[in-house]
Structure formats: structure tokens, C-alpha cells
């Protein structure tokens, strides 16, 4: 177990046109499950393969365990890597697959055979060790990947989207299996990825990154309910959070607080707005009304989602009196998209 | 008259019943069409070739008399009576198999260097494929001076550095080595000539085959700890293995069926010490005249060549399944 650190950690692509990381600062926690999440192109990846030694920082360093390992090849990290192809030797059996990490290691054969036998039986691919990766469906590759990376024994796992090769269903039960499996081997794992269903399911801390910064830092319930600011608050959460501009602020309010005005009792804090109703969406029990709402601020196309708990009727093209708990509310300097000091309504 | 849509629809589709099927769309006349020119091309210039030259091998047809006596293997009794046929034999092999492993050896190096990123690799790019572009005759004919028994440049360097032409050095004290001239050099020279010029083929090859690897697989070696060596020879090189063997098949023909390098070097000589098969069926059948032993020697190609081949194919084949 290891705490990888960064200390403004800089990376930039042809000669300085492109910066894929852009003064980076994170600090993991002994054993912990870290996501970076961010939409495609920003930069979480690049900062993986960073900490992996894959890629040199332009500036800044990264520690693990404490030592400044910045100029280490990715071998002398004692780090292993699962990557999204899961990048199998496809000429070497299953079992050499994973052996091959303790061949490179110089360890003796029969210690190699008893890791490797340990690390297929906790991930049940003992009965696969003679195949090929090529006779392997998708989720045991990906656990061949795993026991390769497992059995270095190392300080830090680095994940870079394993679950996206998986379909759904497979991908649902393989989050699972990942969560319960780094409970079990307590290693420090950071995980990339651009699913925020993955991020909230997996991750202790989440890291939400934008354009080469990390925009927010939290526990999941941290980083849906209190974002810091518009870009966290728009990208997590679906539908998003909803942002009423106000007075050179936004008001934002996450679907589920905009509730129809029977739901929440009159004697609490809330705010009633009129909301337009113009479509309605049936998912998975939920209703997500889509409309216009007016009198939080300017008049703003929003989405409402109502458990299947609440049955109150309506429909598309009449006018409601919906509601939202002022405490739920969230505000947003509408310049920056910060978050600001609450406003009076 | 207004035209309705449903009016102009039927139009069209009676339109199309009426339009008979041209050429271009039928395909099986079309396969025929276009296989044609190849068909004739390996009908005329290879079918025809080999069917003349197994006749002229049992007969006794000569430049100065024509005409067709069948005589049996009579000629490839001759050819096997013939040491010099037995040298050339040798020597096809020796060549093959020695420019052979080397090509592979330097090729492999020199995809190495090409697909790696540095300044300047445009030049080197450049510099090395310049063999393989040079007519082998030209490249042989600069050898030739390169390696000339008096003004050879490479004898000059050896002086230079002391390595030559004095007493007590250790290349000898002579002035010169004679290259072309000592029968072991000669071949060493005819060697590296094939070398020279087939490299950079080998080594295109093999390029293509290294940048078709992901690059995932060499990273994820990277993260396993594995040095520069292990990565080359266990996931490197099995990899890329069926290109190599093409790269390798490759040198092997264009080195087994050459005779320009050996024609314009050495002329097979000194003493036949460098002749091989197919300068030496050039010599007998061409130059002196015999065409049924110079076809009779030319056939002894055959066998070898068609079990390289077959070799290729079943290369590309695993590189296609793989």
C-alpha cells in the first residue's frame, strides 16, 4: 500500500501547443479507491500513464510512497497497469501472461507458478491458465489483465477504463467484482474513467477533470450534491443539474429536487416555481418531465425527475406548481461558474 | 400536362424493366475480363518459359545447331560429372543461407532505428532505402570500385589506420587484399554485396510489421518490468515473427536467383570460386553456347525456389489467421 502523490504535475504535446495536463496537485489516501472522471480529451488518461512513467511530465513531480519517482522508468515504480485493451501478449498462454511480470522480476519458477495460481483462483480463471487470449470472451481477458497486474504485488494499480470493452450487463457485474476485489487486496487504485456511473459506483474520492485540471475532489456524495462549480455540476449527474441564470448567478437544482408542490409539506423551506410542462419521458419507473420553468430567474428549459413514489398526474402542455427545497439549491457565480454565496430569491 | 409523382415513379420503374444489364454489371464475365492480362502475362512469360526450359534440358539444342534431339538426362548427366556445377551449387546455398541470416539480423536492427522517433530521421530514412532503389547492377558496379584489388578505398582506410601494408599489421603487410582476387574474400564480397543492397527491403518489411503491433502490448511490457531484450524477444519478435520470415523468404529468392552482383564483381571467378548456379548456367547455356546444359543447371533453381515460396504463402497465411 502506497499514496501516490502529484505536485503540479504539467504535460504538453507538440512543443507546448497542447497542454494535456495543466498543474495538476493530488494527493491519494492509504488504500484508496481513486476515479479520475472526465469527458474524453481531458487529460485523465495522459495523467495515468503519467503516473505510470509512460509518459514524461513536462513539469512538476510524482511521488509514490514518498519517493519523487518522476524520472523512473514505469518498471522501478513498482506500479501495474491495466489498460483498456487489456493489452494481453496474444502468443502467450494465460498462464505466461501472468508469469510474465515475475519472469521479468527474476523470481523462481516455483514461486512464479504459486502466485500465479493465487492470483487466478481470486479472480476464478484457474480453469483458463492453458488458453490463448484470443479463445477468452471479453470479461475473462479482462480478469487475465488483472491477475497480471496483481500478482507484481504492487504499490499502486493504475486502471485505465477496464470496464468499456465489457457490454452493459457484463460491466455491471465486473464493477462489482473490481470494487469487492481492491477491498480484498487493499491496494491503493487509481481508476480512469469517463463513466460517472463507474466513478460514483467505484471510487472512495472522485477527481472530476476538465480541460488538464482537476475541477473537484470529493467523495461521490460530495461531488453530485455540493459541485464545485458548473462544469462538475453539469457533467455528473443524468439528466444534469439544472442552471437558472439570475442576476449574473445561476441557480442550480438537481432534477430530483424539482418536485410537483403536494410532495414537499408547505410548512418547509421551498421555493415554488411554475413550470411549463412540454414532454414526458417513462424510464426505468422514473418520470423525467422536461419544461420551462419561470419566476426562479430568467425563464429556463429544465428536466424534473419523479420517482416512481410519486404519483401525481401530469401532462404535457399544461401549466404546474412545482417546487424546490431551498436548502437543495446550489448557486454558481454565472461568470467564473464558481460556486457563490447563496442569493435571496 | 401535370406530371404527378406517382405518375413519374411508374415511369421509372418501367424505365428500369427496359434497361437491359450492361457489362459492368455482370460480374462473372468482369472476373474473367480482369483476370485476363495476368493470366496471359504468367502463361507467356513464366509457363511458357519453364515448359521451354525443361525440353531444352533433355535435348541437345546449342547456339550453333538449333535443331531438337531428344537425348534424355544425358544433359544433367554431364552437369553432375562437372565439379564446377557442384562449386556453384555450394556457393548458392553458402550465399543464400549466410545473406540470408544477415539480411534478418541488420534488418531487424534497422527497422529498430526506423520506426524510432529522432531528428533528422527523414535522412536516415532516406539513406538507408537508397540500396534498395539503386539498380542492382549500378550498386554492383560501385562495389566493383569500391572493392578494386589496387585503388579499393576500403584497403586505402585499413592503411590508414595501420591495419595494412606494413610489416608487423594485422591485415598482412601487403599493400592491397585483393578482394575479388582471394578466393575466401571474393565470396565474403559477393556476401555482403547481397547484404548491402537487400537490407533495406528486409528492413521496410519488417518495419511495417512493428508499427502494426499495438502499442499497448510493448507499454504494458514496459509496466511489467521487462528490459529492452525481454521485450524484443518475447513480444517483439514473436509478433512480428511471419513478417520476419517474409522479410527473410525474400532475401533468400532475390539473393538465390541473382547473378548480376557475382556477374559483374567477380564473373564467378577467381577459379570459379564465386560461381553459382545461375551465373554458371548463364555461362554454359549464354555464353558458351550449351542450352541444354544451361537449362539443365537453370532447373536445379526450381525445386528450391518452389519450396520458398510455398514457404511465403504459408507465412502470410499465419499473418492473416493471427
Redesign the interface.
Known amino acids: 500500500m502506497a499514496v501516490v502523490e502529484l505536485r503540479q504535475l504539467v504535460k504538453e504535446f507538440d512543443s507546448g501547443r497542447v497542454r494535456a495536463v495543466d498543474g495538476v496537485d493530488l494527493t491519494t489516501e492509504e488504500g484508496e479507491y481513486l476515479v479520475l472522471l472526465g469527458p474524453s480529451g481531458c487529460g485523465k488518461t495522459t495523467l495515468l500513464r503519467t503516473i505510470a512513467g509512460l509518459e514524461q511530465p513536462t513539469a512538476g513531480d510524482v511521488l509514490i510512497d514518498g519517493h519523487v519517482v518522476t524520472g523512473l522508468p514505469p518498471r522501478a515504480r513498482k506500479i501495474a497497469m491495466v489498460f483498456q485493451s487489456y493489452a494481453l501478449y496474444p502468443h502467450k498462454t494465460v498462464l505466461a501472461n501472468i508469469v510474465f511480470p515475475l519472469r521479468a522480476a527474476r523470481i523462481a519458477r516455483p514461486e512464479r507458478e504459486r502466485k500465479a495460481h493465487w492470483a487466478a483462483k481470486l479472480l476464478g480463471i484457474e480453469h483458463l491458465l492453458a488458453r490463448k487470449p484470443r479463445q477468452l470472451s471479453g470479461g475473462e481477458r479482462q480478469r487475465v489483465a488483472l491477475a497480471r497486474a496483481l500478482v507484481r504485488e504492487p504499490l499502486v494499480f493504475l486502471l485505465d477504463e477496464p470496464l468499456s470493452n465489457l457490454d452493459a450487463k457484463l460491466r455491471a457485474s465486473a464493477r462489482d467484482e473490481l470494487k469487492t476485489f481492491q477491498q480484498e487486496i487493499g491496494t491503493t487504485t487509481i481508476y480512469v474513467t469517463h463513466d460517472q456511473v463507474e466513478a460514483m459506483g467505484l471510487g472512495d474520492r472522485i477527481a472530476v477533470l476538465s480541460d488538464g485540471r482537476v475541477r473537484q475532489l470529493g467523495h461521490p456524495v460530495d461531488v453530485y450534491d455540493d459541485p464545485a462549480d458548473t462544469f462538475v455540476a453539469r457533467f455528473i449527474g443524468s439528466p444534469p443539474m439544472n442552471l437558472v441564470p439570475r442576476d449574473g448567478h445561476l441557480v442550480g437544482f438537481r432534477p430530483e429536487h424539482l418536485l410537483p408542490e403536494d410532495v414537499l409539506p408547505a410548512g418547509a423551506d421551498r421555493e415554488t416555481v411554475p413550470f411549463a410542462v412540454d414532454r414526458i419521458e417513462y424510464l426505468s419507473g422514473d418520470r423525467h418531465v422536461y419544461g420551462t420553468v419561470s419566476g426562479l430567474g430568467e425563464a429556463t428549459r429544465v428536466v424534473a425527475r419523479l420517482p416512481a413514489t410519486v404519483g401525481t398526474p401530469i401532462s404535457a402542455g399544461e401549466s404546474y406548481d412545482f417546487v424546490v427545497a431551498r436548502e437543495r439549491m446550489r448557486f454558481f457565480d454565472a461568470q467564473t461558474g464558481h460556486r457563490s454565496e447563496a442569493v435571496r430569491l | 400536362m401535370t406530371v404527378t409523382a406517382t405518375d413519374r415513379r411508374t415511369s421509372d420503374v418501367a424505365g428500369m424493366h427496359t434497361a437491359r444489364r450492361r457489362l459492368a454489371d455482370r460480374d462473372s464475365a468482369l472476373a474473367w475480363l480482369f483476370l485476363m492480362p495476368s493470366v496471359v502475362y504468367i502463361l507467356a512469360l513464366v509457363a511458357v518459359p519453364f515448359v521451354l526450359a525443361v525440353g531444352f534440358a533433355l535435348s541437345d539444342v546449342t547456339a550453333g545447331d538449333p535443331s531438337y534431339d531428344f537425348v534424355g538426362f544425358r544433359n544433367f548427366e554431364r552437369v553432375f560429372d562437372d565439379p564446377v556445377f557442384w562449386r556453384s551449387l555450394g556457393n548458392t546455398f553458402l550465399f543464400t543461407a549466410v545473406s540470408m541470416a544477415l539480411i534478418v539480423v541488420f534488418g531487424k536492427v534497422l527497422a529498430n532505428i526506423l520506426v524510432a522517433e529522432f531528428r533528422g530521421k527523414w535522412i536516415v530514412r532516406f539513406l538507408v532505402l537508397l540500396p534498395w532503389t539503386t539498380p542492382v547492377t549500378l550498386g554492383a558496379i560501385a562495389w566493383l570500385w569500391l572493392l578494386d584489388s589496387i585503388f579499393s578505398p576500403i584497403d586505402w582506410v585499413l592503411r590508414e589506420l595501420g591495419l595494412l601494408g606494413r610489416p608487423g599489421a594485422l591485415l598482412g603487410a601487403e599493400s592491397n587484399l585483393f578482394w575479388l582476387g582471394e578466393p575466401d574474400l571474393a565470396m565474403g564480397s559477393v556476401i555482403a554485396v547481397h547484404v548491402w543492397r537487400l537490407t533495406p527491403l528486409a528492413a521496410v518489411i519488417m518495419v511495417a510489421g512493428l508499427v502494426a503491433i499495438?502499442r499497448?502490448?510493448d507499454?504494458?511490457?514496459?509496466?511489467?518490468?521487462?528490459?529492452f531484450w525481454?521485450r524484443m524477444f518475447?513480444?517483439t519478435i514473436?509478433?512480428t515473427l511471419p513478417v520476419i520470415a517474409v522479410a527473410a523468404l525474400f532475401g533468400a529468392i532475390f539473393t538465390f536467383t541473382d547473378m548480376a552482383v557475382v556477374d559483374v564483381l567477380t564473373n564467378g571467378g577467381p577459379n570459379n570460386a564465386t560461381q553459382v548456379l545461375t551465373s554458371w548456367a548463364f555461362f554454359r547455356g549464354i555464353d558458351g553456347g550449351d542450352v541444354g546444359q544451361g537449362a539443365a543447371i537453370a532447373l536445379f533453381l526450381f525445386p528450391l525456389l518452389l519450396a520458398a515460396a510455398i514457404a511465403i504463402l504459408r507465412a502470410v497465411r499465419r499473418m492473416e489467421v493471427?
Open positions: 499495438p499497448d502490448l507499454e504494458a511490457a514496459r509496466v511489467d518490468g521487462a528490459g525481454r518475447e513480444v514473436p509478433l493471427g
